[in-house]
């Protein structure tokens, strides 16, 4: 269970917000594109390409975050400011190198080289042919966000172990103006929508710029930072699996330090649009948060097994059935 607490915290409140976007253009948006797919492959193709400033709400988890965002790229450099508009007040900061989480009513200061999770869905151009042999893009009509004309574009997975989208995107910059999750029985597990937005030429570099007194802070350090070299004690078994949904591949495999010194392995996995992590962390016997099947936080799920003295936890923004067939169908093998 702590390394789902872990995982959700990463990943949740402090999200960032990573927007695909495109410079205006003069043609007609109904006669430039022929499908859905075009769209969104016009729209990653520019991703984090635009100047703009913004509001922007974020519905999840039956809360309700409204969140300024300012956002540029210059000179092929981009940076990200985000600043909470309600409840718990918090900034992030987010650059080509690292990003900054500021909580100014407790004074911490955390810098992590890992971005949070954005909600806004995130596609990775060069995978879209395979994408559309697990989602089908469809383009829904015209409609208005924030003011703007945006084109709908539905994006329905092919089977229940992946969620579907419906994206709203600005008929003349391609910037995401509002994004809906839902699963496969039509219910909407989350979305972000703007409520206001503004292109700009530039943005000031001092927007970026952290404005807390180191001194009178607590800095946290980040907190997935790769051992050297795993010792003799620590050498985590590798993991098999033997069934997973079509389309996820290996993204990564990696021996990581988690608070208190935690060791684990964690390999992951994505389809280019969802993705999925495994943790193996050798069992403590006197542990009273250990997850033991299914637990789930909005559109997060994890699953948790014990393989002789390992513990497992698979943990998404997937539904329950994905994480519970990679978990059930692991093996793990000494190194």
């Not at 917000?17 to 948006?29: G, I, Q």
Request: negative net charge; aromatic residues 8%.
């Amino acid at each position: 269970m702590f390394l789902y607490k872990w995982w959700a915290n990463h990943r949740g409140t402090k999200a960032s917000v990573a927007l695909a976007c495109l410079l205006a253009s003069s043609m007609s948006f109904a006669d430039t594109f022929a499908s859905g797919r075009d769209l969104i492959e016009k729209m990653s193709t520019a991703m984090q390409g635009l100047n703009y400033a913004g509001t922007f709400v974020y519905a999840h988890d039956g809360d309700v975050e409204t969140m300024r965002i300012h956002h540029s790229n210059a000179g092929g450099i981009e940076r990200e400011r985000l600043f909470s508009l309600n409840g718990e007040a918090r900034e992030i900061i987010r650059n080509a190198e690292n990003v900054v989480c500021i909580w100014p009513g407790t004074k911490t200061v955390s810098v992590s080289k890992s971005a949070p999770r954005t909600p806004f869905p995130e596609f990775d151009a060069n995978q879209l042919a395979e994408l559309a042999k697990l989602y089908e893009f469809t383009r829904s009509g015209m409609d208005r966000v924030a003011g703007r004309r945006a084109e709908v574009v539905d994006i329905k997975p092919l089977d229940d172990y992946r969620y579907g989208y419906r994206l709203w995107i600005d008929a003349e910059t391609f910037l995401m103006l509002r994004s809906v999750m839902s699963n496969n029985h039509q219910r909407i597990i989350e979305q972000v929508m703007f409520t206001e937005v503004e292109y700009v030429d530039q943005i000031p570099l001092d927007t970026f710029r952290t404005s807390v007194e180191g001194e009178r802070q607590e800095w946290v350090v980040d907190l997935d930072k790769p051992l050297p070299q795993p010792t003799p004690d620590s050498d985590i078994p590798t993991i098999t699996l033997t069934k997973i949904p079509a389309g996820f591949t290996l993204l990564s495999d990696k021996i990581l330090v988690l608070p208190e010194d935690s060791v684990v392995r964690r390999v992951m996995y994505t389809d280019g649009l969802a993705s999925l992590s495994v943790y193996v962390a050798e069992s403590v016997a006197e542990a009273k948060d250990v997850l033991l099947g299914l637990t789930g936080m909005g559109a997060v799920h994890a699953y948790g097994v014990m393989q002789k003295d390992w513990h497992v936890t698979v943990v998404g923004e997937v539904p329950n059935a994905t994480v519970r067939m990679v978990g059930d169908s692991l093996s793990l093998a000494a190194k």
